[in-house]
């Protein structure tokens, strides 16, 4: 169980095109979902915090304009990258955390995409 | 804020015995996390400690000392698929359990 799924897991675009990755839990309900940027050799850095049917939270930094986050469902999340430019090249990955009673410390991730843009 | 420290890279031996040292400062204390990166993958949940003493897990443990700010994760008869980054990770104030991660100890193992 608590399988996390990403779509697509590596992509390419262009300079200035826009790119959306899905990010679904299989198997459970998730009330929280979080989106990281992972450059190479870096620690994961957190870009939001998403709730289903509420505006994403951005770390500091994060251009909400940019990374545009959508949390329509209990099991879907997406994210836009807006405009993309070379240096959002990176590994993106997403997590979920159940929806329990009490509420719960776990979070699943997702395998991740890897976006390049040209 | 938080700060997490972590060796960059560590060989072993298969076989063999190795720990990951984390030390870590911040503000509230709500427990800490260790997390396995393969290359290329998503990271997988190891342990979460909570409380002082060693956390036993097969042929992973894992250590935690609040009043040093310490923690340390031992991987024991160690394989080649143990090859990986061990993330350390400590969750935010204010009860979020949002993770902040260190950025990882590279563990090589060797025939």
């Known amino acids: 169980g608590a399988v996390v799924s990403q779509h697509p897991s590596w992509v390419i675009c262009k300079s200035g095109t826009s790119v959306k990755i899905e990010c679904r839990s299989l198997d459970f309900q998730a009330t929280t979902m979080f989106w990281y940027r992972q450059f190479p050799k870096q620690s994961l850095m957190l870009m939001a915090t998403s709730n289903e049917g509420s505006k994403a939270t951005y770390e500091q930094g994060v251009e909400k304009d940019k990374f545009l986050i959508n949390h329509a469902s209990l099991t879907l999340s997406t994210l836009t990258v807006t405009s993309a430019h070379p240096e959002d090249s990176s590994f993106y990955i997403c997590?979920?955390?159940?929806?329990?009673?009490?509420?719960?410390?776990?979070?699943?991730f997702g395998p991740g995409t890897r976006l390049t843009v040209t | 804020g938080q700060n997490i420290d972590q060796p960059t890279e560590m060989t072993a031996t298969e076989g063999a015995i190795v720990q990951i040292n984390c030390t870590y400062q911040t503000s509230g204390f709500n427990g800490l996390f260790w997390y396995q990166q393969h290359a290329g993958e998503a990271p997988t949940f190891l342990s979460y400690n909570v409380l002082d003493g060693l956390e036993e897990k097969g042929r992973f443990s894992s250590f935690l000392s609040r009043s040093k700010g310490y923690s340390y994760l031992l991987l024991k008869e160690l394989q080649m698929k143990d090859s990986a980054s061990y993330l350390c990770a400590v969750p935010r104030t204010g009860g979020s359990y949002i993770p902040t991660f260190g950025r990882g100890t590279s563990l090589i193992v060797h025939p």
């Open positions: 997590s979920a955390r159940p929806q329990l009673a009490g509420g719960t410390y776990e979070q699943y």
